[in-house]
């Protein structure tokens, strides 16, 4: 039994003992993910040469559209704004933030009928995140820029909560996929060719039941990265654009609280991914090892962003706050 909960008044640590149990929690529109949300719709706004960006895609070929949005993506991801941003809904939210860790959010584009279904736009068939090696603690955050409906949003397939379900995740070994994957999806144009985890069941579950959320500008979705979840084919008319980041409380993840591991087998952690909320201090190695005991040089644990990209953004954050 998987429960919906509105604007829930349980604080953090209810939220979360609910969300490892399955359950899925709704916020209502709050002052600090609008901000959010506001900052990642500027950044789609200049970055697509003040067209709308909803309905870019009828009015540019599809080449096009991946040449625009393709750096739009790390600029919002890796820009100090958008992590300051984060860390205030987060406090906001009530997390403690001497004991959540934070990666860096994800803003995707789903185009609508199948304009662009690979790389930059890969709509995700039904997964788990935790096939990806993410924490059973993991926490996902879903906070769409623009309007949505229910033929824009994503889904969840809760009946699956309890139950494994064939997947290749075992054959899924995350450093390497940072190492050769996750630089390459504006390449992936036509077709997506990196190996991503995968459902095996044959026949496919196709007529799983799902459940569709739709959540407001500023309002948000939170539930388990154990949750088997899917991109809704975008059948709106408009591309959807939606931001999602990942919580962790590291006092979970030492008492070994979290979410049933059902299914997933993957090798590496993305653990290494995550920085603490208070000052952004890594996760201390520890905690890493004690999930998956292979010690690697962070560079290889964790996907790193292009220097001069990050340099280029500082500049420009020191610039807008006024500290160069
Ligand atoms: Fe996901």
């Known amino acids: ?21 399955g ?10 993910m609008h901000a959010l949300a506001d900052w990642a719709r500027e950044l789609l706004v200049a970055g697509f040469g003040d067209e709308d960006p909803e309905t870019l895609q ?3 070929p599809v080449e096009r559209f991946v040449e625009l949005f393709a750096p739009i993506k790390p600029r919002f991801i890796h820009h100090p704004r958008t992590w300051e941003l984060l860390c205030a809904v987060v406090k906001d939210m009530g997390l403690d933030p001497r004991e959540t860790y934070l990666d860096v959010p994800r803003l995707r584009g789903v185009t609508s009928h199948g304009y662009l279904t690979s790389g930059v736009g890969y709509a995700f068939p039904m997964h788990r995140d935790t096939w990806w090696a993410a924490p059973m603690q993991q ?26 379900i064939e ?25 997506d060719t990196r190996s991503q985890p995968r459902i095996t069941l044959d026949p496919p579950p196709v007529d799983t039941p799902s459940v569709r959320l739709v959540a407001p500008v500023g309002g948000a979705i939170l539930f388990s990265g154990q949750q088997l979840h899917s991109t809704v084919p975008n059948e709106s008319g408009r591309t959807r654009f939606s931001i999602d980041f990942r919580t962790i409380n590291i006092a979970d993840v030492r008492a070994g609280r979290g979410a049933p591991n059902m299914d997933s087998a993957p090798a590496g952690t993305s653990l290494r991914d995550f ?24 560079e290889e644990a964790v996907f790193q962003p292009p220097a001069s990209l990050l340099a280029e953004l500082a500049a420009e954050n020191a610039e807008r706050t006024g500290a160069a």
């Open 139 to 164: 926490v996902n955050w879903w906070l769409p820029i623009f309007e949505i409906e229910s033929a824009s949003t994503m889904a969840f397939h809760p009946a699956w909560w309890n139950r494994a």
């Open 275 to 298: 920085r603490r909320v208070s000052d952004k201090a890594p996760m201390p190695e520890e905690i890493a090892l004690s999930v998956d005991p292979r010690r690697i040089p962070f």
């Open 1 to 21: 039994m998987t429960a919906i909960h509105y604007d829930a008044r349980c604080g953090d640590e209810g939220r979360r003992a609910q969300i490892y149990a």
């Open 58 to 60: 009828h009015r540019v």
């Open 23 to 32: 359950d899925v929690h709704v916020i209502s529109a709050r002052p600090a």
């Open 167 to 191: 997947n290749s995740s075992g054959e899924f070994d995350y450093y390497e996929y940072n190492r050769v994957a996750r630089g390459a999806a504006a390449k992936q144009v036509k077709q």
